[in-house]
Each structure stands twice: as structure tokens, then as C-alpha cells.
């Protein structure tokens, strides 16, 4: 794709595959063909404005215009407010190794079979990719799914994946019961931002 509207459309196919809605079922719900949600999926058509609209609405998604000063509060509005049925996309650059862990433990479940281990670091990163994590929790999290990615093949993998799960599980944990520290507003505006 070498369109401005590459990562909107990249992130709609995510959520569409999250979801479980084929290219069809998209179609009947949109009022658009197969071909042409295949073809802006895969880059070769860019969508006009009503047809992106369209296919969002079909995704139970709505496109909205946010002042650029209010999207970080808007985000975490929307991470916070996310049930685990909900498919939320951001649009951080964290969401990408996230969806690349996701698909990392579908394949292994494939591979190896499904494991206690493997349910409860997929249930984990569902839990983890919406809420905010600090640039040290991120940073445990990256290293352990760098860890998952080296030994998927490995035959030392069951141990290395249990020690993963656990680890997760901790973080998970601590941010769960972290004492609560004093109510904070959930964005503010500076005082030369009143125009905003």
C-alpha cells in the first residue's frame, strides 16, 4: 500500500480478523462487494471516504476527528472503557508487537497443541495490550515475547514457556493490585491550550 490511509486500513483488516468476520460477511454487512473490501484490504484500491465509513460502521467501529492535542486522552478513554470482547487498536507502535505475540501463540497452539501455559500467556497479553503500561513494564514485556519468538521451535521450549507465562502473569498481577495512587485526571489542557 502506498497510501496515506495504509495503517486506518491496516488496522480495520486486524480488527475484521480479530473478530472472526470473513471478507464476506464483511461485504453483506457494509453493502460493499467481496473484490472491493479484497482489494483495499490488500492495497490495490484506496477507499473513498463513504466506503471507509461504511466498512467501519459494519466493524461496529466509528471514525471520528479528535483534536490532535486530545488524542493521547482519548486513547486511553478508549483502552480504558475496552471490554476483552472489544477489538481496540490504538494505533501504538507497541500494538504491533502485540498482534505479532498474538499470532506467535496462535502458531504455536497450532504446532505443539494448546497448553495451559500458552491459554494463560495469550489471556495475559489481551489483558496487557490495554492497559498503560510504563516504558519498563513495555520494555519486560518485548523481551519476553523476544524470548517466545527464539524458542517457538526449540525442543527446550515447554520450560522456557511456563518461566513466559509466569512472568506475565506477575506483571499482569502487580498491576491489578498496585495500591492506587491519587486520582488523576484523565487528560488536562494547558492554559494556552483552550483553543484546542
Same mark, same amino acid.
Given at each position: 500500500?502506498?497510501?496515506?490511509?495504509? +495503517?486506518?486500513?491496516? /488496522?480495520?483488516?486486524?480488527?475484521?480478523?480479530?473478530?472472526?468476520? +470473513?471478507?464476506?460477511?464483511?461485504?453483506?454487512?457494509?453493502?460493499?462487494? /467481496?473484490?472491493?473490501? +479484497?482489494?483495499?484490504?490488500?492495497? &490495490?484500491?484506496?477507499?473513498?471516504?463513504?466506503?471507509?465509513? #461504511? !466498512?467501519?460502521?459494519?466493524?461496529?467501529?466509528?471514525?471520528?476527528?479528535?483534536?490532535?492535542?486530545? %488524542?493521547?486522552?482519548? !486513547?486511553? !478513554? %478508549?483502552?480504558?472503557?475496552?471490554?476483552?470482547?472489544?477489538? @481496540?487498536?490504538?494505533? /501504538?507502535?507497541?500494538?504491533?508487537?502485540?498482534?505479532?505475540?498474538?499470532?506467535?501463540?496462535?502458531?504455536? &497452539?497450532?504446532?505443539? $497443541?494448546?497448553?495451559?501455559?500458552?491459554?494463560? @500467556?495469550?489471556?495475559?497479553? $489481551?489483558?496487557?495490550?490495554?492497559?498503560?503500561?510504563? #516504558?519498563?513494564?513495555?520494555?519486560? %514485556?518485548?523481551?519476553?515475547?523476544?524470548? !517466545?519468538?527464539? *524458542?517457538?521451535?526449540?525442543?527446550?521450549?515447554?520450560?522456557?514457556?511456563?518461566?513466559?507465562?509466569?512472568?506475565?502473569?506477575?506483571?499482569?498481577?502487580?498491576? %491489578?493490585?498496585?495500591?492506587? +495512587?491519587?486520582?488523576?485526571?484523565? *487528560?488536562?489542557?494547558?492554559?494556552?491550550?483552550?483553543?484546542?
Amino acid at each position: 500500500m502506498a497510501y496515506q490511509s495504509e +495503517s486506518l486500513i491496516a /488496522q480495520a483488516r486486524e480488527i475484521r480478523e480479530a473478530s472472526g468476520v +470473513s471478507q464476506r460477511a464483511l461485504s453483506e454487512r457494509a453493502g460493499l462487494t /467481496q473484490s472491493h473490501i +479484497s482489494q483495499i484490504e490488500s492495497g &490495490k484500491m484506496e477507499p473513498g471516504l463513504s466506503s471507509f465509513i #461504511d !466498512l467501519t460502521r459494519a466493524l461496529d467501529l466509528e471514525v471520528m476527528l479528535v483534536p490532535k492535542k486530545l %488524542v493521547p486522552a482519548v !486513547l486511553n !478513554l %478508549v483502552k480504558a472503557r475496552a471490554t476483552r470482547d472489544m477489538h @481496540i487498536h490504538a494505533g /501504538q507502535p507497541n500494538d504491533k508487537r502485540f498482534a505479532r505475540a498474538d499470532r506467535l501463540v496462535k502458531k504455536m &497452539k497450532h504446532l505443539y $497443541g494448546s497448553s495451559a501455559d500458552l491459554d494463560r @500467556i495469550e489471556d495475559t497479553l $489481551g489483558f496487557l495490550r490495554r492497559v498503560n503500561l510504563s #516504558d519498563q513494564e513495555m520494555q519486560l %514485556v518485548r523481551e519476553l515475547i523476544t524470548r !517466545l519468538e527464539r *524458542y517457538q521451535a526449540s525442543a527446550q521450549a515447554a520450560p522456557v514457556v511456563r518461566d513466559i507465562a509466569q512472568n506475565l502473569q506477575q506483571l499482569r498481577n502487580s498491576i %491489578v493490585h498496585a495500591a492506587p +495512587s491519587e486520582p488523576r485526571p484523565a *487528560y488536562s489542557l494547558d492554559d494556552g491550550d483552550a483553543d484546542a
